[in-house]
């Protein structure tokens, strides 16, 4: 008799999945965990069995000398349809062992006694069993310290999973952390050689802080997102506004819309230092003394283009002059890196001005 699948089966999959425990070695916490089992119950077999799809395999094992079979003679896959323990004195007597090929000859399984081990979600993956080659029975601290040992193995795959997941979030700031120190370095050449030529040294490290600031803005964006990975803009470009303001002079004010999307650090960082310098442009070549000063950041999605708009409604932002075929951008340290950073998504920037203010759009490709 083949057990039925689990009603919520692929919830159960999915949980049992998420562990990354099956085809692993062998470890020594679980097999202590099945040779005590064995001990406590006086039985010559113990099992930490997870159900997979098409198989049982055994995370550990004593007595079987196997480490998967198939779900066609599997009594844990009528287990996990039950209740959290399972008692089976013999298994001839139980339809639905009675004609498991495993159990059918004299020396076969004939007892089976099991508890459940389930996931977080409360859903079964497995069991933790003990079995006899004859009908046998548990007492009640038996099977009381089997359900204490199934806990343990619970206990021990979230651990490895906690660990695990705690690994892969390490490398992955690693990686994100030598990503900004190399955007960072590339940075700090380019404002070194543009001093050098122009003597605007206070300009070069006016610039570099502001990449700083972006790349912070970025990291904490990440530390205080619910996700593990990427930065989300729609919470990411709200607090950039915020922190921008606090740092402006107090008659101006800054404020920011973007729609959900999820973008790498590095995407973020550009958007940030673009924001950056389109306020710290405002604030150096606008007129903002008169008070009532705006400065807006806008996100949307066209396609695969990201596009940013910044506006402001201060005149002759970053030196505009009337140029044919359009307005012409100022040359400064942070209009080069600017560019230099919409260029490697394959983007371009587009600015206009008036007496009213200016408007800068930069586009980037989402890969």
Known sequence: MEALKHPRQQERLAALHSYDILDTPREVDFDDIVEL????????????????????????????????????????????????????????????????????????????????????????????????????????????????????????????????????????????????????????????????KTGEVDAAFDALRRQLDAVAAVHRSIYLSKEETGVDLKDYIPMLADNLETSLPPSVTVSANAVTCRVSPKIASTVGLIANEFAANTVKHGNITAGNSEISFDVALNGKALVLTCKNNVAEQMRVETVPGGPKPSHGIGARLIKASVAQFGGHIEQTGSAKGFELVATLFLP
């Open 37 to 196: 089992a064995a001990k406590i119950c006086g039985t010559p077999i113990s099992v930490v069995n997870l159900i997979d799809a098409e198989r049982q395999w055994f995370k550990a094992e004593v007595g079987l000398g196997a480490r998967e079979t198939p779900l066609e003679t599997s009594i844990c896959s009528h287990v996990i349809l039950d209740e959290d323990f399972t008692h089976i004195e013999d298994t001839h007597s139980d339809p639905r062992t009675a004609d498991n090929e495993l159990c059918i000859p004299n020396n076969g399984l004939r007892f089976y006694a099991g508890a459940l081990i389930k996931a977080e979600n409360g859903l079964p993956i497995g069991t933790l069993c003990v079995l006899d080659t004859k009908p046998n029975s548990l007492n009640e601290d038996q099977k009381q310290a089997l359900k204490v040992l199934a806990r343990r193995v619970t206990r021990e795959l979230d651990l490895r999973r906690s660990l695990h997941a705690q690994n892969i979030l390490r490398d992955e700031m690693d990686h994100r952390i030598k990503n900004s120190l190399s955007s960072i370095a590339s940075a700090i050449g380019l404002y070194k050689s543009e001093a050098r």
